[in-house]
Protein backbone atom coordinates (compact mmCIF):
# COMPACT_ATOMS: atom_id res chain seq x y z
CA UNK A 1 0.00 0.00 0.00
CA UNK A 2 1.36 3.44 -1.14
CA UNK A 3 1.44 5.90 1.78
CA UNK A 4 2.11 9.58 1.69
CA UNK A 5 2.81 10.70 4.99
CA UNK A 6 1.61 13.41 7.48
CA UNK A 7 -0.52 14.84 10.02
CA UNK A 8 -4.29 15.87 9.98
CA UNK A 9 -6.10 18.69 11.68
CA UNK A 10 -9.63 16.99 12.87
CA UNK A 11 -12.93 19.42 13.30
CA UNK A 12 -15.08 19.57 16.32
CA UNK A 13 -17.77 16.98 16.10
CA UNK A 14 -20.31 17.66 14.30
CA UNK A 15 -22.90 15.53 16.24
CA UNK A 16 -22.27 17.94 19.17
CA UNK A 17 -23.23 21.26 17.02
CA UNK A 18 -26.31 19.13 16.07
CA UNK A 19 -27.37 17.91 19.53
CA UNK A 20 -26.83 21.83 20.38
CA UNK A 21 -28.28 22.90 17.36
CA UNK A 22 -31.86 20.91 18.38
CA UNK A 23 -31.59 21.67 22.41
CA UNK A 24 -31.39 25.32 21.28
CA UNK A 25 -34.88 25.72 18.68
CA UNK A 26 -36.07 23.16 21.69
CA UNK A 27 -35.92 25.56 24.17
CA UNK A 28 -37.22 28.46 22.02
CA UNK A 29 -40.45 25.93 20.97
CA UNK A 30 -41.10 25.36 24.70
CA UNK A 31 -40.93 29.27 25.48
CA UNK A 32 -43.30 29.75 22.42
CA UNK A 33 -40.57 32.23 20.90
CA UNK A 34 -41.14 29.92 17.65
CA UNK A 35 -43.82 28.06 16.22
CA UNK A 36 -44.35 24.24 15.45
CA UNK A 37 -44.21 25.48 11.72
CA UNK A 38 -40.32 26.93 11.90
CA UNK A 39 -39.38 23.54 14.13
CA UNK A 40 -40.98 21.16 10.96
CA UNK A 41 -39.13 23.58 8.72
CA UNK A 42 -35.62 22.72 10.27
CA UNK A 43 -36.35 19.38 10.98
CA UNK A 44 -37.72 18.44 7.38
CA UNK A 45 -34.02 17.96 5.72
CA UNK A 46 -33.44 15.10 7.90
CA UNK A 47 -36.16 13.22 6.63
CA UNK A 48 -34.78 12.68 3.06
CA UNK A 49 -31.64 11.10 4.62
CA UNK A 50 -31.14 7.59 3.70
CA UNK A 51 -30.69 5.57 7.33
CA UNK A 52 -27.08 3.30 7.07
CA UNK A 53 -28.00 -0.06 6.28
CA UNK A 54 -29.22 -2.51 9.39
CA UNK A 55 -26.03 -5.07 7.95
CA UNK A 56 -23.46 -5.41 5.73
CA UNK A 57 -23.61 -9.33 6.16
CA UNK A 58 -25.65 -10.22 2.96
CA UNK A 59 -23.66 -8.32 0.59
CA UNK A 60 -19.97 -9.39 2.10
CA UNK A 61 -21.05 -13.15 2.07
CA UNK A 62 -22.08 -12.51 -1.67
CA UNK A 63 -18.41 -10.52 -2.60
CA UNK A 64 -16.00 -12.57 -0.26
CA UNK A 65 -15.30 -15.42 -3.05
CA UNK A 66 -14.46 -12.43 -5.69
CA UNK A 67 -11.47 -11.22 -3.28
CA UNK A 68 -8.09 -13.09 -3.25
CA UNK A 69 -4.47 -12.59 -1.52
CA UNK A 70 -1.94 -12.05 -3.34
CA UNK A 71 1.95 -12.56 -2.57
CA UNK A 72 5.04 -12.38 -4.60
CA UNK A 73 8.62 -13.47 -4.00
CA UNK A 74 11.71 -11.14 -5.55
CA UNK A 75 15.26 -11.93 -5.35
CA UNK A 76 17.02 -9.14 -3.45
CA UNK A 77 20.91 -8.73 -3.56
CA UNK A 78 23.08 -7.65 -1.03
CA UNK A 79 25.83 -7.20 -0.12
CA UNK A 80 27.46 -8.47 3.45
CA UNK A 81 27.00 -6.24 6.74
CA UNK A 82 24.07 -4.40 5.33
CA UNK A 83 22.38 -5.27 8.66
CA UNK A 84 19.52 -2.14 8.49
CA UNK A 85 17.87 -2.30 5.58
CA UNK A 86 15.65 -5.56 6.25
CA UNK A 87 11.65 -4.52 5.93
CA UNK A 88 11.08 -5.24 9.69
CA UNK A 89 7.58 -6.97 8.41
CA UNK A 90 10.02 -10.21 7.20
CA UNK A 91 9.37 -12.95 10.27
CA UNK A 92 13.10 -14.12 9.60
CA UNK A 93 14.70 -10.81 9.73
CA UNK A 94 16.22 -11.43 13.43
CA UNK A 95 17.93 -14.73 11.86
CA UNK A 96 19.14 -12.94 8.64
CA UNK A 97 20.87 -10.42 11.15
CA UNK A 98 22.45 -13.41 13.22
CA UNK A 99 23.91 -14.76 9.97
CA UNK A 100 25.66 -12.00 8.72
CA UNK A 101 27.26 -11.48 11.74
CA UNK A 102 28.40 -15.01 12.18
CA UNK A 103 29.94 -14.71 9.14
CA UNK A 104 31.65 -11.64 9.75
CA UNK A 105 32.91 -13.18 12.72
CA UNK A 106 34.13 -16.20 10.80
CA UNK A 107 36.32 -13.20 8.68
CA UNK A 108 33.82 -14.12 5.52
CA UNK A 109 34.14 -11.08 2.42
CA UNK A 110 31.77 -8.43 4.14
CA UNK A 111 31.67 -6.86 0.31
CA UNK A 112 30.39 -10.36 -1.54
CA UNK A 113 26.95 -9.64 -2.82
CA UNK A 114 24.48 -12.13 -1.60
CA UNK A 115 20.97 -13.42 -3.09
CA UNK A 116 17.88 -13.47 -0.60
CA UNK A 117 14.35 -14.19 -1.25
CA UNK A 118 11.57 -11.56 -0.41
CA UNK A 119 8.14 -11.81 -0.30
CA UNK A 120 5.56 -8.96 -0.20
CA UNK A 121 1.78 -9.02 0.39
CA UNK A 122 -1.04 -7.54 -1.35
CA UNK A 123 -4.78 -7.88 -2.93
CA UNK A 124 -6.81 -8.47 -5.72
CA UNK A 125 -10.27 -9.87 -7.55
CA UNK A 126 -11.77 -11.85 -10.14
CA UNK A 127 -13.17 -9.94 -13.14
CA UNK A 128 -14.17 -12.78 -15.23
CA UNK A 129 -14.54 -16.62 -15.06
CA UNK A 130 -11.73 -17.09 -17.19
CA UNK A 131 -9.34 -16.37 -14.22
CA UNK A 132 -8.27 -12.79 -14.89
CA UNK A 133 -7.51 -10.92 -11.72
CA UNK A 134 -6.84 -7.40 -11.48
CA UNK A 135 -4.46 -5.85 -8.84
CA UNK A 136 -1.83 -3.07 -7.99
CA UNK A 137 0.93 -2.48 -10.16
CA UNK A 138 3.18 -1.69 -7.42
CA UNK A 139 2.12 -5.23 -5.29
CA UNK A 140 3.33 -7.47 -8.70
CA UNK A 141 6.48 -5.28 -9.81
CA UNK A 142 9.76 -7.16 -10.18
CA UNK A 143 8.52 -10.27 -8.65
CA UNK A 144 10.10 -13.42 -9.81
CA UNK A 145 6.70 -15.30 -8.69
CA UNK A 146 3.35 -14.59 -8.25
CA UNK A 147 0.87 -16.61 -6.05
CA UNK A 148 -2.59 -16.29 -5.49
CA UNK A 149 -4.77 -17.97 -2.90
CA UNK A 150 -8.68 -17.87 -3.25
CA UNK A 151 -11.13 -17.35 -1.24
CA UNK A 152 -11.29 -21.60 -0.37
CA UNK A 153 -7.43 -21.22 0.42
CA UNK A 154 -6.23 -22.85 -2.65
CA UNK A 155 -3.17 -21.48 -4.09
CA UNK A 156 -2.33 -21.22 -7.65
CA UNK A 157 0.45 -19.52 -9.65
CA UNK A 158 -0.44 -16.46 -11.13
CA UNK A 159 0.64 -15.20 -14.58
CA UNK A 160 1.69 -10.92 -15.56
CA UNK A 161 -0.63 -10.23 -18.22
CA UNK A 162 0.30 -6.91 -18.70
CA UNK A 163 0.96 -3.81 -16.34
CA UNK A 164 0.62 0.05 -16.76
CA UNK A 165 2.61 2.21 -14.21
CA UNK A 166 0.87 5.54 -14.78
CA UNK A 167 -2.09 3.95 -13.15
CA UNK A 168 -0.55 1.48 -11.22
CA UNK A 169 -2.68 -1.26 -12.36
CA UNK A 170 -1.43 -5.04 -12.81
CA UNK A 171 -3.94 -7.89 -14.98
CA UNK A 172 -2.87 -11.16 -13.68
CA UNK A 173 -4.20 -14.45 -14.91
CA UNK A 174 -4.83 -18.03 -13.12
CA UNK A 175 -5.84 -21.50 -14.58
CA UNK A 176 -7.62 -23.50 -12.79
CA UNK A 177 -10.93 -26.09 -12.65
CA UNK A 178 -12.70 -24.97 -9.75
CA UNK A 179 -15.61 -22.13 -10.52
CA UNK A 180 -14.32 -18.65 -10.07
CA UNK A 181 -16.49 -15.82 -8.41
CA UNK A 182 -16.00 -12.95 -10.54
CA UNK A 183 -17.23 -9.02 -9.86
CA UNK A 184 -19.04 -6.95 -12.11
CA UNK A 185 -17.61 -3.33 -12.05
CA UNK A 186 -19.75 -0.17 -11.41
CA UNK A 187 -19.87 3.13 -13.00
CA UNK A 188 -17.39 5.30 -10.81
CA UNK A 189 -18.83 8.42 -12.35
CA UNK A 190 -22.15 8.13 -10.91
CA UNK A 191 -20.77 7.61 -6.95
CA UNK A 192 -21.51 10.58 -4.94
CA UNK A 193 -19.97 12.00 -1.71
CA UNK A 194 -21.46 10.38 0.93
CA UNK A 195 -22.18 7.25 -0.74
CA UNK A 196 -21.57 3.87 0.96
CA UNK A 197 -18.68 1.78 0.39
CA UNK A 198 -17.16 -1.65 1.24
CA UNK A 199 -13.43 -2.46 0.76
CA UNK A 200 -12.14 -5.64 1.32
CA UNK A 201 -8.40 -7.05 0.85
CA UNK A 202 -5.38 -8.69 2.71
CA UNK A 203 -4.29 -6.03 5.49
CA UNK A 204 -1.12 -6.68 7.00
CA UNK A 205 -1.54 -10.52 5.45
CA UNK A 206 -4.46 -11.96 7.94
CA UNK A 207 -6.69 -12.85 4.93
CA UNK A 208 -10.34 -12.01 3.56
CA UNK A 209 -11.18 -8.41 5.95
CA UNK A 210 -14.10 -6.46 4.94
CA UNK A 211 -14.39 -2.51 6.21
CA UNK A 212 -16.57 -0.37 5.65
CA UNK A 213 -17.36 3.76 5.22
CA UNK A 214 -18.05 6.78 2.71
CA UNK A 215 -16.79 8.09 0.08
CA UNK A 216 -15.46 11.21 1.58
CA UNK A 217 -14.49 13.03 -1.91
CA UNK A 218 -14.45 12.63 -5.49
CA UNK A 219 -11.43 13.22 -8.02
CA UNK A 220 -8.86 13.69 -5.88
CA UNK A 221 -4.98 14.12 -7.31
CA UNK A 222 -2.46 12.77 -4.75
CA UNK A 223 0.41 13.50 -7.09
CA UNK A 224 0.60 9.70 -7.94
CA UNK A 225 1.02 10.63 -11.64
CA UNK A 226 -0.36 12.73 -14.60
CA UNK A 227 -3.86 10.34 -14.75
CA UNK A 228 -4.85 10.68 -11.09
CA UNK A 229 -9.02 10.31 -10.23
CA UNK A 230 -8.97 8.84 -6.75
CA UNK A 231 -11.62 8.44 -4.33
CA UNK A 232 -11.17 9.10 -1.21
CA UNK A 233 -12.37 6.59 1.73
CA UNK A 234 -12.65 6.26 5.23
CA UNK A 235 -13.13 2.37 4.88
CA UNK A 236 -10.00 1.22 6.68
CA UNK A 237 -7.38 0.79 4.16
CA UNK A 238 -3.84 -0.62 5.45
CA UNK A 239 -0.65 -1.98 4.36
CA UNK A 240 -2.02 -5.55 1.96
CA UNK A 241 -5.36 -3.63 0.84
CA UNK A 242 -3.48 -2.74 -2.30
CA UNK A 243 -5.24 -3.75 -5.30
CA UNK A 244 -8.38 -5.06 -3.28
CA UNK A 245 -11.85 -3.96 -4.53
CA UNK A 246 -14.10 -0.90 -3.37
CA UNK A 247 -17.62 -1.90 -3.36
CA UNK A 248 -20.98 -0.07 -3.84
CA UNK A 249 -24.15 -1.11 -2.25
CA UNK A 250 -25.42 -2.88 -5.38
CA UNK A 251 -21.88 -5.37 -5.39
CA UNK A 252 -20.56 -3.45 -7.80
CA UNK A 253 -16.41 -2.38 -8.07
CA UNK A 254 -15.88 1.56 -8.27
CA UNK A 255 -12.41 1.42 -7.42
CA UNK A 256 -9.18 -0.32 -6.28
CA UNK A 257 -7.82 0.32 -3.62
CA UNK A 258 -4.19 1.79 -3.93
CA UNK A 259 -2.60 4.58 -1.35
CA UNK A 260 -3.39 5.74 2.12
CA UNK A 261 -2.33 8.99 3.81
CA UNK A 262 -1.03 8.02 7.03
CA UNK A 263 1.66 9.32 10.03
CA UNK A 264 2.19 6.14 11.53
CA UNK A 265 1.59 3.64 8.48
CA UNK A 266 -1.69 2.02 9.51
CA UNK A 267 -5.70 3.82 8.40
CA UNK A 268 -6.60 6.76 9.85
CA UNK A 269 -9.73 6.91 7.71
CA UNK A 270 -8.14 8.45 4.68
CA UNK A 271 -7.64 6.16 1.98
CA UNK A 272 -7.50 6.26 -1.71
CA UNK A 273 -8.89 4.09 -4.22
CA UNK A 274 -8.37 4.97 -8.33
CA UNK A 275 -12.07 5.26 -10.07
CA UNK A 276 -13.67 2.04 -11.88
CA UNK A 277 -14.13 4.14 -15.28
CA UNK A 278 -9.77 5.19 -15.01
CA UNK A 279 -8.96 1.37 -14.70
CA UNK A 280 -11.21 -0.17 -17.01
CA UNK A 281 -10.00 1.23 -20.37
CA UNK A 282 -6.53 0.46 -19.21
CA UNK A 283 -7.59 -3.61 -18.65
CA UNK A 284 -9.27 -3.67 -21.43
CA UNK A 285 -5.52 -2.72 -23.33
CA UNK A 286 -3.51 -4.83 -20.93
CA UNK A 287 -5.63 -7.79 -22.17
CA UNK A 288 -5.67 -7.43 -25.78
CA UNK A 289 -2.34 -6.35 -26.20
CA UNK A 290 -0.49 -6.63 -23.13
CA UNK A 291 0.23 -2.86 -22.97
CA UNK A 292 -1.51 0.01 -22.25
CA UNK A 293 -2.43 2.01 -25.70
CA UNK A 294 -3.20 5.84 -25.08
CA UNK A 295 -4.67 8.65 -26.59
CA UNK A 296 -2.24 11.47 -27.89
CA UNK A 297 -2.16 14.87 -29.49
CA UNK A 298 1.13 16.33 -28.97
CA UNK A 299 0.90 19.07 -26.85
CA UNK A 300 2.33 20.52 -23.72
CA UNK A 301 -0.11 22.12 -21.20
CA UNK A 302 -0.17 24.28 -18.52
CA UNK A 303 -3.06 25.67 -16.06
CA UNK A 304 -4.89 28.62 -16.89
CA UNK A 305 -4.50 31.30 -13.88
CA UNK A 306 -7.17 33.83 -13.39
CA UNK A 307 -4.80 36.69 -14.41
CA UNK A 308 -4.48 34.87 -17.67
CA UNK A 309 -7.91 34.35 -18.20
CA UNK A 310 -8.18 38.34 -17.83
CA UNK A 311 -5.88 39.40 -20.30
CA UNK A 312 -7.28 37.51 -22.46
CA UNK A 313 -10.93 37.93 -22.07
CA UNK A 314 -11.64 34.69 -20.93
CA UNK A 315 -14.86 34.73 -18.63
CA UNK A 316 -13.07 32.41 -15.60
CA UNK A 317 -9.84 30.72 -15.08
CA UNK A 318 -10.74 27.22 -16.94
CA UNK A 319 -9.23 24.39 -19.81
CA UNK A 320 -5.96 24.33 -20.69
CA UNK A 321 -3.31 26.25 -21.99
CA UNK A 322 -1.24 25.05 -25.22
CA UNK A 323 1.98 25.91 -24.11
CA UNK A 324 4.35 24.09 -27.15
CA UNK A 325 3.57 21.85 -30.28
CA UNK A 326 4.87 19.20 -31.12
CA UNK A 327 6.48 18.62 -34.43
CA UNK A 328 4.72 16.91 -36.73
CA UNK A 329 2.38 15.67 -34.07
CA UNK A 330 -1.29 15.70 -34.22
CA UNK A 331 -1.73 18.89 -32.70
CA UNK A 332 0.22 20.36 -35.52
CA UNK A 333 -1.25 18.54 -38.19
CA UNK A 334 -4.44 20.06 -36.90
CA UNK A 335 -3.91 23.78 -36.81
CA UNK A 336 -3.77 24.01 -32.93
CA UNK A 337 -0.61 26.98 -31.60
CA UNK A 338 0.73 27.88 -28.72
CA UNK A 339 -1.35 30.25 -26.55
CA UNK A 340 -4.80 28.36 -27.47
CA UNK A 341 -6.68 27.10 -24.43
CA UNK A 342 -8.30 24.15 -24.74
CA UNK A 343 -11.90 24.67 -23.41
CA UNK A 344 -13.50 20.85 -24.11
CA UNK A 345 -12.41 17.82 -26.23
CA UNK A 346 -14.57 15.03 -27.86
CA UNK A 347 -17.59 16.87 -25.94
CA UNK A 348 -15.71 16.49 -22.82
CA UNK A 349 -15.51 19.75 -20.89
CA UNK A 350 -11.70 20.27 -19.51
CA UNK A 351 -12.54 22.37 -16.24
CA UNK A 352 -8.96 22.17 -15.22
CA UNK A 353 -6.07 21.41 -17.07
CA UNK A 354 -5.39 18.16 -15.48
CA UNK A 355 -8.23 16.98 -16.65
CA UNK A 356 -7.37 16.92 -20.13
CA UNK A 357 -4.33 14.45 -20.30
CA UNK A 358 -6.93 11.42 -18.75
CA UNK A 359 -9.39 12.83 -21.09
CA UNK A 360 -6.99 12.65 -24.37
CA UNK A 361 -5.56 9.09 -23.37
CA UNK A 362 -9.11 7.77 -23.04
CA UNK A 363 -10.10 8.63 -26.31
CA UNK A 364 -9.76 5.63 -29.20
CA UNK A 365 -6.90 5.76 -31.21
CA UNK A 366 -7.44 7.16 -35.15
CA UNK A 367 -10.45 8.97 -34.07
CA UNK A 368 -10.97 12.33 -35.14
CA UNK A 369 -12.63 14.24 -32.60
CA UNK A 370 -13.66 18.33 -31.97
CA UNK A 371 -11.60 20.55 -29.91
CA UNK A 372 -13.13 23.81 -29.03
CA UNK A 373 -10.48 26.39 -28.16
CA UNK A 374 -9.88 30.01 -27.11
CA UNK A 375 -7.93 31.79 -29.34
CA UNK A 376 -7.60 35.91 -29.65
CA UNK A 377 -10.57 36.47 -27.64
CA UNK A 378 -12.54 33.93 -29.71
CA UNK A 379 -14.06 30.55 -29.29
CA UNK A 380 -13.52 28.24 -32.27
CA UNK A 381 -13.58 24.47 -33.30
CA UNK A 382 -11.03 22.53 -34.59
CA UNK A 383 -11.30 19.02 -35.47
CA UNK A 384 -7.60 16.83 -34.88
CA UNK A 385 -7.23 13.18 -35.58
CA UNK A 386 -5.75 11.52 -32.28
CA UNK A 387 -2.40 8.95 -32.70
CA UNK A 388 -0.59 7.21 -29.82
CA UNK A 389 1.14 7.71 -27.13
CA UNK A 390 4.65 6.55 -27.03
CA UNK A 391 7.27 6.35 -25.00
CA UNK A 392 8.20 9.81 -24.09
CA UNK A 393 11.71 11.10 -24.79
CA UNK A 394 13.61 12.35 -21.31
CA UNK A 395 12.98 16.31 -20.20
CA UNK A 396 15.48 18.69 -21.68
CA UNK A 397 17.95 19.71 -19.10
CA UNK A 398 17.16 23.43 -17.96
CA UNK A 399 19.91 25.66 -19.19
CA UNK A 400 21.91 27.36 -16.34
CA UNK A 401 21.44 31.28 -16.19
CA UNK A 402 24.34 33.07 -14.87
CA UNK A 403 23.85 36.50 -13.23
CA UNK A 404 24.31 39.15 -14.93
CA UNK A 405 26.03 42.66 -14.54
CA UNK A 406 27.62 44.11 -17.62
CA UNK A 407 25.66 46.52 -19.25
CA UNK A 408 23.19 46.51 -22.12
CA UNK A 409 21.03 48.50 -23.52
CA UNK A 410 18.43 48.03 -21.38
CA UNK A 411 14.68 49.44 -20.84
CA UNK A 412 12.46 49.23 -17.54
CA UNK A 413 9.04 48.02 -18.04
CA UNK A 414 7.38 49.62 -14.84
CA UNK A 415 3.86 48.17 -15.77
CA UNK A 416 5.58 44.67 -16.04
CA UNK A 417 8.09 45.24 -12.87
CA UNK A 418 10.36 44.08 -15.09
CA UNK A 419 13.85 45.30 -17.35
CA UNK A 420 14.57 44.23 -20.48
CA UNK A 421 16.69 44.29 -23.59
CA UNK A 422 16.50 42.82 -27.25
CA UNK A 423 18.54 39.57 -27.86
CA UNK A 424 22.02 40.47 -28.95
CA UNK A 425 24.99 38.01 -29.76
CA UNK A 426 26.47 38.76 -26.21
CA UNK A 427 23.09 38.21 -24.42
CA UNK A 428 22.74 34.87 -26.15
CA UNK A 429 26.14 34.07 -25.20
CA UNK A 430 25.57 34.96 -21.63
CA UNK A 431 22.18 33.59 -20.78
CA UNK A 432 23.01 30.61 -23.25
CA UNK A 433 20.32 30.94 -25.87
CA UNK A 434 20.09 29.35 -28.74
CA UNK A 435 20.58 30.70 -32.28
CA UNK A 436 16.47 30.75 -33.07
CA UNK A 437 15.17 32.57 -29.52
CA UNK A 438 14.55 36.31 -30.20
CA UNK A 439 12.74 38.35 -28.50
CA UNK A 440 13.43 40.93 -25.06
CA UNK A 441 16.13 38.93 -22.09
CA UNK A 442 14.87 40.19 -18.35
CA UNK A 443 18.10 41.63 -17.21
CA UNK A 444 15.86 42.62 -13.86
CA UNK A 445 13.05 41.77 -12.08
CA UNK A 446 11.13 43.79 -9.25
CA UNK A 447 11.16 41.91 -6.11
CA UNK A 448 8.03 43.01 -5.07
CA UNK A 449 6.43 42.74 -8.36
CA UNK A 450 3.90 40.16 -9.71
CA UNK A 451 5.96 39.09 -12.25
CA UNK A 452 8.37 37.72 -9.74
CA UNK A 453 5.80 36.12 -7.73
CA UNK A 454 4.95 34.63 -10.84
CA UNK A 455 8.46 32.93 -11.17
CA UNK A 456 10.05 35.35 -14.29
CA UNK A 457 13.68 35.38 -13.33
CA UNK A 458 17.09 37.23 -14.78
CA UNK A 459 18.03 35.43 -18.12
CA UNK A 460 13.94 34.58 -19.16
CA UNK A 461 13.31 35.39 -22.65
CA UNK A 462 9.49 37.34 -23.79
CA UNK A 463 8.76 36.88 -26.91
CA UNK A 464 4.94 37.37 -27.10
CA UNK A 465 2.53 40.13 -24.77
CA UNK A 466 -1.26 39.92 -25.39
CA UNK A 467 -0.60 37.28 -27.87
CA UNK A 468 1.61 39.90 -29.91
CA UNK A 469 4.84 39.42 -31.18
CA UNK A 470 7.75 41.55 -29.04
CA UNK A 471 10.88 41.56 -30.55
CA UNK A 472 11.85 45.08 -29.59
CA UNK A 473 11.10 46.92 -26.51
CA UNK A 474 8.95 49.14 -28.77
CA UNK A 475 6.83 46.51 -29.73
CA UNK A 476 6.22 45.80 -25.82
CA UNK A 477 5.30 49.05 -25.06
CA UNK A 478 2.31 48.93 -27.96
CA UNK A 479 1.54 45.81 -26.54
CA UNK A 480 0.89 46.71 -23.26
CA UNK A 481 -0.37 50.16 -24.35
CA UNK A 482 -3.14 48.01 -26.16
CA UNK A 483 -4.00 46.37 -23.44
CA UNK A 484 -4.24 49.12 -20.86
CA UNK A 485 -7.20 50.77 -23.45
CA UNK A 486 -8.43 47.62 -23.36
CA UNK A 487 -8.76 48.25 -19.45
CA UNK A 488 -7.10 44.75 -19.08
CA UNK A 489 -5.93 44.22 -15.37
CA UNK A 490 -3.71 41.58 -16.20
CA UNK A 491 -1.31 40.80 -19.28
CA UNK A 492 -0.49 37.30 -20.67
CA UNK A 493 3.49 36.64 -21.21
CA UNK A 494 4.99 34.83 -23.82
CA UNK A 495 8.20 33.30 -22.01
CA UNK A 496 11.09 31.15 -22.31
CA UNK A 497 12.99 29.73 -19.25
CA UNK A 498 15.65 27.44 -19.80
CA UNK A 499 14.49 25.08 -22.62
CA UNK A 500 10.85 25.29 -20.97
CA UNK A 501 8.16 27.40 -22.69
CA UNK A 502 5.09 28.69 -21.23
CA UNK A 503 2.60 31.48 -20.81
CA UNK A 504 2.29 33.19 -17.55
CA UNK A 505 -0.40 35.95 -16.14
CA UNK A 506 0.94 39.38 -14.94
CA UNK A 507 -0.90 41.88 -13.12
CA UNK A 508 -0.51 45.41 -14.69
CA UNK A 509 1.22 47.56 -12.35
CA UNK A 510 -0.08 51.36 -11.66
Known sequence: MAEFQGFLAFSPRPDLKMNWEFSVFQKLFMAGVIGLGAMMSVAAPQAFARTPPDSFADLTEKLLPAVVNISTTQTVQRRGGELDDLDPSEPLEEWFKDYERRQ????????????????????GFIIDKAGFIVTNNHVVENADKISVTLHDDTVLDAKLVGRDEKTDIALLKITTTRELTPVPWGNSDKVRVGDWVLAIGNPFGL???????????????????????????????????????????DGE????????????????????????????????DLKQYGRTR?????????????????????????????????????????????????LSFDGKPVDKMRALPRIVAETPIDKTVDVVIWRKGKQMTIKAKVAELKEEAPAAAMAAVTDDKAQAE????????????????????????????NGLVVLDVDDDGDAASKGIRKGDVIDEIQQMAVLSV?????????????????????????????????????
Open 474 to 510: EEAKTALEKAKQDKRKSVLLRVLSGKKIGFVGIKLAG
Open 253 to 284: VVGINTAIFSPSGASVGVGFAAAANLVKPVLS
Open 410 to 437: KTELAALGLTVAPVTDRLRKRYQLEDSV
Open 104 to 123: HEDGDDQAKPRKRKQTSLGS
Open 294 to 342: RGWIGVQIQSVSPEMAESIGLDKARGAMIAEVGEGGPAQKAGLSMGDII
Open 207 to 249: GGTVTSGIISARARDISAGQYDDFFQTDAAINKGNSGGPLFNM
